[in-house]
């Protein structure tokens, strides 16, 4: 099951390949396809479509910035609203790994890595593996190994074009986060490789992260979503 667009505008022979969709027990809309030309056709529309959050069909679409009447576009505007950052919070962006940052990373299991293109279009990939799987080469670089799966590498064309890159640490039954932003860059030295062997599988590809700001999140958005406590979601999810 996959999400689809709307098929009005399809050619007919898409709309063919079509079943009508079901609500399932999570409340979602799910649908079905029982081949690939839809997915051939939606590769025809240009991608600047969907660069500006317009429908498939950018004739009849409203452009995002046109749909909404009080639109926040200054750092002035945003400040009236929420308020001044909190300086408690802000005194406490690091800009090295200290060790409660390193033991952090040792204990995660997981990590979402953001990269952004040449065009500004923001990707964001999760990787997960056993807990300690991203090595803290020093207090200023990390390393994260590349395992195999659908290789679409992303997140490796983006560093190509943009070194930019923000990672975020997630342990279990832990409710803050460790946010790491910095400049990486793709390497293949046999050192670094041969450190991070999984079930005897030696990662063809590692990227290399250059610390240059890290600091944890607040545990509020963890606690409000009951992200650890899985019979809560099970019973929301059964609602």
């Given amino acids: 099951m996959s999400w689809c667009p709307p098929t009005t505008n399809l050619p007919s022979h898409c709309r063919r390949n079509h079943y009508s969709g ?4 999570t409340g979602f809309r799910t649908t079905q396809w029982i ?4 997915a051939t ?5 240009p991608i600047h479509s969907f660069a500006r959050g317009q429908n498939l069909d950018s004739k009849i679409a409203t452009p995002l910035d046109q749909r909404f009447e009080e639109v926040v576009t200054t750092e002035q505007d945003l400040r009236r609203v929420v308020g001044p950052a909190n300086r408690w919070f802000t005194s406490k962006i690091l800009r090295r790994l200290d060790r409660r940052c390193r033991e952090f990373i040792a204990a995660s299991p997981f990590v979402v890595v953001g990269s952004t293109d040449a065009f ?9 593996d056993r807990a300690g799987f991203v090595r803290c080469l020093d207090d200023a670089t990390l390393a994260i190994p590349d395992r195999r799966g659908n290789r679409r590498v992303d997140t490796f064309h983006n560093l190509l074009q943009n070194p930019g890159v923000g990672l975020i640490f997630f342990v279990p039954q832990q409710r ?6 910095g400049r990486a860059m793709i390497v293949r030295d046999q ?4 450190a991070m062997v999984d079930d005897g599988r030696l990662p063809e590809l590692a990227m290399v992260v ?5 600091f944890f999140h607040c545990g509020k958005c963890i606690t409000r979503s009951n992200l650890w ?7 929301q999810a059964a609602e």
């Fill in 120 to 128: 500004g279009m923001v990707d964001l990939s999760p990787k997960g």
């Fill in 229 to 235: 406590n899985y019979e809560a979601y099970r019973a």
């Fill in 176 to 181: 803050e986060t460790l946010r790491v932003a």
């Fill in 41 to 45: 056709h939606l590769l025809s529309f």
């Fill in 191 to 194: 050192g670094i490789r041969s």
């Fill in 35 to 38: 081949d690939l030309t839809f």
């Fill in 210 to 214: 250059g610390v240059e700001k890290a």
């Fill in 22 to 25: 079901f609500t399932n027990r």
